[in-house]
């Protein structure tokens, strides 16, 4: 069973790791192989682990043919269309726009209804109203496809997307209640437990996640203590707190039916106890939205209850093997997601390193040590799905796992159940399960105020191929001998570190920050960040862009930060990034930081390994717009040069070429003003003759950046053009000895359900034919 189910997930994982499907009739003669082998081959044969692996991966691909038919078609994008549905979700309001899901049962044309898109993830700006779980409207929309930022070491939201089933993403302009009753669902049940709960206490957004599964109220310097402490998934309704709710329910449930003999003898307390269990797991599951990780959960304690149900003793390994193959089975989508490998891999970590082992410890130094396996045990993944581990994540989980699972989310579910009942009696609970979370988030306090830090985790990925067998020695039962060979094989996963420049080298990385501008400049020792993108309600380019792609590069620290100029898509994640990365210096434009920072000044230079910087603009007594005296900066390198323009438009490119000359000169040039038309005049880009323009532009932003004729003249240049929409993260490399090199996100090997890049010719091609 162990060696099959593995190679069930090895199949499945390597089906999602393509960056294409099959044909669908791959999936036909594959199945039909695969089932005449099963039967055909005894069951040692090892040809058998392939054919389970084949399984796999045609059951995947079956899955993965219902998920790419749900975005909508490219030609509903950008107009406005008229749909009806209800909304599907637990709206989240803040003081800029209330955002919901919405199932958008038909759309209405010329006022005949037609076939819906499916589930919409909306955003209602300018004074929404109120909205409720099961409401019908009609709604006035524009939709785009599912599309996210393509960045290294930034989050797959096109993934997230299309896992969640949401065909499109979108604003609302309009809309009317429709007259017809509400649609019946869990959400409008969710809705009505979490009007009774507190908003206006420090920790009733964390009450909220944990009660309801409603994140939303969880602020930004909340999930910055949970990230550093390694206790974001206690926050969240997940499969660890659908556990311990079942095992809290499970054991309280037997110790009470002992109470009368004569039940016990009819029905089986382990029995009685294990349906008590799962009704719990699954009512917790239904008030965190029936979310895809608590069914998960349900799945995996179906397994293991459904054993004790039918009174047949179980070894722990086989059971987790068991709960691994339904799940699979049930949804083999799930190796998508961070969760499925964080709830295995934990547990897996667990049993490997307590098999074999003689004796009963001390509680408190079983769980010491339990924290200190499942550190070790999920270092490869930590490293593969975030690059980084927080040093005090065990020290924290120490307290906080037993604290939240046994004594803060049982009284806050009974407080808010009574709530919804007796609201008197309620209120009281309330208060007192407020009061259980104050001395722990305390103590996440005191452990992030240590100068612990990070361990940064971005090794080659074939140091993975190392860290599995030598964890397997690491975990070893009792007794196994020369364990210490494992470190020598885990410590390329823990010591090395992304390729850096060589030296006189520039990289430069212009990332994918929607409407906005954020790029690195990279030397053989050096990191410079010029501008930081934009930040709106629930986008921070600073938090969620820049300081991933760093800590990617396996960096928490860098030499010099510029902030061109104070408008937000250049300027907005700064504040984030500052918080989270040190820098050794930093430089503004006009209205940026103000105050706070030394500001750009033309003639500043400086060199880093055989790299020369320099800043152009602005001048001294300038005067103009903001954007004209943004900052502007050069860098030269012996296999040539970058011009980073920021936003100045036609008046500063004239002022700059009169100040600058033939310095103006560029290998490469990220184009001012995302390619408007106020900016990137004749005379400019005859002066630089960049052989790369690099547009730093949002997807279907709503500017038409960049202008066709801004294109039309760099075309008639005869520069490459280069635009971070359609090409994601565009890295450029300029070796002292050779061409360059250009490279993009999109074009790398991804996956099949993110968007290709559209690279025929300039990357400006309607339709991608990479």
């Known amino acids: 069973m162990y060696s099959g189910t593995i190679a069930f997930l090895l199949g499945i994982a390597a089906l999602l790791a393509l960056p294409t499907l099959p044909e669908p009739l791959a999936l036909i003669l594959g199945g039909l192989l695969a089932t005449?082998?099963?039967f055909r081959l005894r069951h040692s044969h090892p040809v058998r682990w392939l054919v389970w692996a084949t399984v796999g991966a045609l059951w995947a691909l079956w899955h993965a043919q219902g998920v790419?038919?749900?975005?909508i078609p490219s030609e509903w994008e950008g107009r406005e269309m008229t749909v009806e549905g209800y909304i599907d979700s637990l709206p989240d309001v803040d003081n800029y726009r209330t955002r919901f899901e919405f199932l958008a049962t038909a759309r209405v044309e010329q006022g005949h209804p037609l076939a819906g898109p499916g589930l919409l993830r909306l955003a209602w700006y300018d004074a929404a109203p109120t909205l409720q779980p099961g409401q019908w409207w009609r709604l006035r929309v524009k939709l785009k496809r599912p599309h996210g930022f393509a960045n290294p070491g930034g989050f797959d939201y096109e993934g997230w997307l299309l896992r969640h089933g949401i065909a499109a993403t979108g604003y609302v302009r309009g809309g009317e209640v429709l007259p017809r009753p509400p649609t019946a669902g869990i959400d409008r049940w969710r809705a009505a437990l979490r009007a009774g709960l507190p908003t206006d206490t420090p920790l009733g957004g964390i009450m909220a996640a944990l009660a309801v599964g409603d994140r939303s109220g969880i602020d930004a310097a909340q999930w910055d203590l949970l990230a550093a402490t390694g206790t974001t998934h206690l926050m969240a309704i997940s499969g660890l707190h659908i556990g311990m709710v079942a095992l809290l329910a499970f054991a309280t449930t037997r110790r009470v039916w002992r109470w009368w003999p004569g039940l016990a003898l009819h029905l089986p307390a382990p029995r009685i106890a294990a349906l008590a269990a799962f009704l719990a797991a699954l009512g917790y599951a239904l008030l965190a939205g029936f979310s895809i990780p608590t069914q998960r959960a349900l799945v995996m304690l179906a397994v293991g209850l459904g054993a004790v149900t039918l009174g047949r003793e179980i070894r722990p390994s086989r059971a987790l093997a068991g709960a691994l193959l339904a799940v699979l089975i049930y949804d083999p989508l799930a190796v998508m997601e961070p969760g499925f490998w964080l709830s295995f891999g934990a547990v897996a970590a667990l049993l490997l390193s307590s098999a074999g082992r003689s004796g009963r410890p001390r509680w408190w130094l079983q769980w010491g040590r339990s924290q200190w396996w499942v550190t070790l045990g999920m270092l490869p993944i930590m490293?593969?799905?975030f690059g980084r581990m927080p040093l005090s994540a065990p020290l924290a989980n120490l307290l906080a796992i037993p604290w939240v699972g046994f004594v803060v989310v049982p009284l806050l579910l009974l407080a808010t159940l009574v709530n919804a009942l007796l609201p008197s009696v309620g209120g009281v609970l309330l208060s007192l399960a407020e009061q259980a979370l104050v001395p722990i988030w305390w103590w996440l306090e005191q452990v992030a105020a240590l100068p612990l830090g990070w361990w940064i985790l971005t090794p080659p990925p074939w140091t993975l191929l190392l860290a599995l067998p030598a964890l397997l020695w690491l975990l070893a039962p009792q007794g196994w001998p020369a364990r210490w060979l494992g470190w020598p094989l885990l410590a390329p996963l823990l010591l090395?570190?992304?390729p850096t420049p060589n030296p006189g080298e520039l990289w430069l990385t212009v990332l994918d920050v929607g409407q906005g501008l954020a790029a690195v400049v990279r030397t053989e020792h050096h990191l410079l960040v010029f501008d930081t993108g934009p930040a709106f309600a629930e986008l921070d380019a600073g938090r969620m862009v820049v300081a991933?792609?760093?800590?990617?590069?396996?960096?928490?620290?860098?030499?010099?930060?510029?902030?061109?100029?104070?408008?937000n898509d250049h300027s907005g994640g700064a504040e984030s990034l500052l918080a989270t990365?040190?820098?050794?210096?930093v430089r503004t434009g006009p209205l940026a930081l103000p105050g706070r920072y030394p500001g750009c000044r033309q003639g500043e230079r400086w060199q880093w390994d055989g790299v020369r910087?320099?800043?152009?603009?602005?001048?001294?007594?300038?005067?103009?717009?903001?954007?004209?005296r943004s900052c502007v900066l050069r860098v030269a390198a012996a296999g040539g040069s970058v011009l980073l323009a920021a936003d100045i438009e036609a008046a500063g490119e004239a002022a700059l070429m009169a100040r600058a000359g033939q310095r103006l000169t560029a290998t490469a040039l990220v184009v001012p003003h995302h390619g408007s038309r106020s900016s990137s005049s004749a005379a400019f880009v005859t002066r630089v003759q960049p052989r790369y323009a690099v547009f730093s532009v949002g997807y279907r932003n709503r500017w038409g950046f960049p202008a066709p004729q801004v294109v039309a003249r760099y075309q008639a240049q005869g520069s490459q053009l280069l635009r971070t929409d359609e090409a994601g993260a565009i890295t450029l490399l300029l070796p002292v000895v050779g061409a360059p090199q250009v490279s993009s996100y999109r074009r790398a090997p991804r996956r099949w359900w993110q968007e290709p890049e559209a690279c025929s010719g300039s990357l400006f091609a309607s339709t991608p034919v990479c």
């Open 496 to 498: 090395l570190r992304p």
């Open 36 to 38: 005449l082998l099963l």
């Open 613 to 628: 910087f320099e800043i152009l603009n602005p001048a001294g007594g300038d005067g103009g717009s903001e954007n004209d």
């Open 68 to 71: 790419v038919s749900i975005p």
């Open 548 to 567: 991933p792609y760093l800590r990617h590069l396996g960096l928490q620290q860098a030499d010099m930060l510029i902030v061109s100029h104070g408008d």
């Open 383 to 385: 490293a593969l799905l």
């Open 581 to 585: 990365v040190a820098f050794g210096a």
